[in-house]
T-cell receptor
Framework: RKEVEQDPGPFNVPEGATVAFNCTYS??????FFWYRQDCRKEPKLLMS???SGNEDGRFTAQLNRASQYISLLIRDSKLSDSATYLC????????????FGGGTRLMVKP | DAGVTQSPTHLIKTRGQHVTLRCSPI?????VSWYQQVLGQGPQFIFQ???????GRGNFPDRFSARQFPNYSSELNVNALLLGDSALYLC????????????FGPGTRLTVT
């Protein structure tokens, strides 16, 4: 079983749509959670951290459910430029500060 | 400000050879991590270094080694290359007080033939 699991997609959505990605993690001791974005053949870039109370950054909303070990990312009013792979990332403090990445969910926003 | 830089950008090696990849962190960042990303998968953690000391090691064989220099730059070494080592190798740096917020370099694409 993978430590961080994501639906690989692709999610094909029209511009303006709302789309949600989910992610589950296996280590209940995980402490920090993030969403990274990776464009084709580019490096991952931090999109947002995920806090227990949930957090919002413009059109992006992240939620954490520790009881279910589940993280979500909601994108409202999708833009063509949102097309990318979204990586769910977890930090396990008992593993030397390493980040554990999910396999990524590919989003394609169409005109 | 300059971001994380890595060299070389592309590399082709044959099985059994050795490779050294280099990384310079963002100015002021003291922690460097290395990740391997195979096509179609998420990055996998290899090593993290802080102040020249190894702080974490992922599930990679001893053929993989790394070090960090006094100027916080880092090298990743891979010996006895296998075809399966073909991947994008990413370096990430982070600030002292935010060890988990990592900034990635453009990566080195290694092809082993």
């Amino acid at each position: 079983r993978k430590e961080v699991e994501q639906d690989p997609g692709p999610f094909n959505v029209p511009e303006g749509a709302t789309v949600a990605f989910n992610c589950t993690y296996s280590n209940s001791a995980s402490q920090s959670f993030f969403w990274y974005r990776q464009d084709c053949r580019k490096e991952p870039k931090l999109l947002m951290s995920v806090y227990s109370s949930g957090n919002e950054d413009g059109r992006f909303t992240a939620q954490l459910n520790r009881a279910s070990q589940y993280i979500s990312l909601l994108i409202r009013d999708s833009k063509l430029s949102d097309s990318a792979t979204y990586l769910c990332v977890v930090n396990d403090d008992d593993a030397g500060n390493m980040l554990t990445f999910g396999g990524g969910t590919r989003l394609m926003v169409k005109p | 400000d300059a971001g994380v830089t890595q060299s070389p950008t592309h590399l082709i090696k044959t099985r059994g050879q050795h490779v050294t990849l280099r990384c310079s962190p963002i100015s002021g960042h003291k922690s460097v991590s290395w990740y391997q990303q195979v096509l179609g998968q998420g990055p996998q953690f290899i090593f993290q270094y802080y102040e020249k000391e190894e702080r974490g090691r992922g599930n990679f064989p001893d053929r993989f080694s790394a070090r960090q220099f006094p100027n916080y730059s880092s090298e990743l070494n891979v010996n006895a290359l296998l075809l399966g080592d073909s991947a994008l190798y990413l370096c990430a740096s982070s600030r002292d007080n935010q060890p988990y917020e990592q900034y990635f370099g453009p990566g080195t694409r290694l092809t082993v033939t």
